[in-house]
């Protein structure tokens, strides 16, 4: 995949991500999408380093989403942990 792809799965990662928790985000839609983006470059990256299952080059693969949904996840949690509801 290329880094389009990684963009446009990312976009869609976050928005799920954010579906999956939803709340209130310091950075709105913006910073979700960001977010998702980012998550779905470490959610590929941590699956092929560290689980020993690489990502696949084929946009529609089960495993790629997975990944980037997991990292989207992540990165959202640990941004609400850090940065709280800035908006107070």
Do not use: N, Q
């Not at 985000?25 to 910073?31: A, E, F, R, V």
């Amino acid at each position: 995949m290329g880094v389009v792809s990684w963009i446009v799965l990312g976009l869609l990662a976050g928005a799920i991500a954010k579906f999956l928790l939803p709340g209130k985000d310091p950075g709105g839609l913006i910073g979700t999408t960001l977010i998702g983006i980012a998550g779905a470059f470490i959610g590929g990256w941590i699956s092929s380093r560290w689980l020993h299952h690489p990502v696949t080059k084929h946009f529609y693969d089960g495993t790629t989403w997975l990944a980037a949904i997991g990292g989207s996840l992540v990165l959202l949690i640990v941004y609400r942990v850090l940065f709280g509801d800035s908006r107070r």
